[in-house]
């Protein structure tokens, strides 16, 4: 039989390793149901009013330090505030009483980054 008197089929499938699976186990089990939509977040606690951004070097062994105060947060959220700061400007940092105390002189980038998280006055002195 030459080529011509083939009928129209389709080429066969490309080598399937698993297709004897198919045989033994039986059909796939179909996919799990897409999870509903999360639960909405509670209500974030609006950012502060106000904040004091201040450079320090007195009683740092000459070391300066950039104090962000005023913000009058309860100590869990400083404490959320003060590592979402250190990550943004990639320094150290302590909770200091109800003041936030970052290394180096970031006063700039601080108050820039407060003003963004929702601080509707910033203070550099």
Request: with cysteine; proline share 14%.
């Amino acid at each position: 039989m030459a080529k011509r008197d083939k009928p129209d089929a389709p080429p066969p499938p490309f080598h399937n390793p698993f297709a004897s699976l198919r045989d033994k186990l039986g059909p796939l089990p179909e996919a799990p149901p897409e999870p509903a939509a999360p639960a909405p977040a509670p209500a974030a606690r609006p950012a502060p009013a106000r904040a004091v951004v201040r450079l320090e070097r007195k009683g740092r062994g000459g070391k300066e330090v950039t104090v962000v105060e005023k913000l009058e947060l309860p100590a869990a959220e400083l404490e959320r505030w003060l590592t979402e700061l250190k990550r943004s400007l990639g320094c150290g940092g302590a909770v200091e009483g109800s003041a936030l105390v970052l290394q180096g002189d970031l006063r700039d980038r601080a108050a820039a980054l407060l003003e963004l998280r929702g601080v509707r006055k910033v203070t550099r002195s």
